[in-house]
């Protein structure tokens, strides 16, 4: 079995997450819970905190009218203690650190697109992490990880450490198709299309695996969440998963 290849965690490095609402607000507080002190926790998001959002999302009546990203970094850096940065602005004009981890827990294609273009420019063998991305519908989700586009991924497996996996969005393409003015995943709420507990089951999910990840032992390319079922699948980084997905041979995917 091949694990993750987890050398970013080796000096300082950045978690970064976009997106703070549904998913990335669980995710946030989980986070500060096991990061190392080395760990450096950014949260991007735009938004604001509206009525609706809380529901289901990780604030409370006293966050109303402040950006989603500010309320969850001010709250948690002292609830345990621990210096969290923070952006008000789009993916597009906020910074991404590497080496590091970026976990987007977004609703829409356009953002996707801007965080695979960012995660592209960052990493390098000299500046070297991973994207975790996470989705849901009503009752299910997904969550995938990736890092290089296509062009870079020769030679990634060696002995037992896959270095490198297509990013989320080239494993699966229809993440890039969602629009903006779809309704968001609060307006699905509203309108009882969508479970008040699927974001906190996904953000278990991406917590773990990105717990997982850090330590040296995660396994997974892809995790399948369906509550109606009960269900969760994985699936596991392979020579022949990722050749099928990027259409590289398997001889030339392992470094011998």
Known sequence: MYRLDSRFTQHNFTVSIVGCGGTGGFVAEGLCRFLPPHAELVFIDHDRVEERNLIRQNFTSCDLGKFK???????????????????????????????????????????????????????????????????????????????????????????????????????????????????????????????????????????EMARRLIEGSCPWVQLYLDLDTGTLTPVMATLELVSRITGISERKLERR
């Open 69 to 207: 990203s500010e309320a969850l970094a001010g709250r948690l850096a002292t609830r345990y203690q621990r210096p969290i940065a923070y952006s008000n602005l789009p993916v597009e004009l906020a910074g991404i650190r590497m080496p590091g981890l970026v976990i987007g827990c977004v609703d829409n294609g356009l953002t996707r697109r801007e965080i695979a273009r960012k995660v592209t420019q960052e990493i390098s063998p000299y500046s070297y992490g991973w994207w975790i991305d996470a989705g849901n519908g009503e009752n299910y989700g997904q969550v995938i990880i990736g890092n290089y586009e296509i062009r870079r991924l020769w030679e990634s497996f060696e002995g037992e450490i896959c270095h490198a996996l297509p990013l989320p969005t080239i494993q699966r393409p229809e993440l890039l198709q969602q629009r903006p003015g779809e309704p968001s995943c609060a307006e699905a709420l509203a309108q009882n299309e969508q479970s008040p507990v699927i974001n906190q089951a996904i953000a278990s999910l991406v917590l």
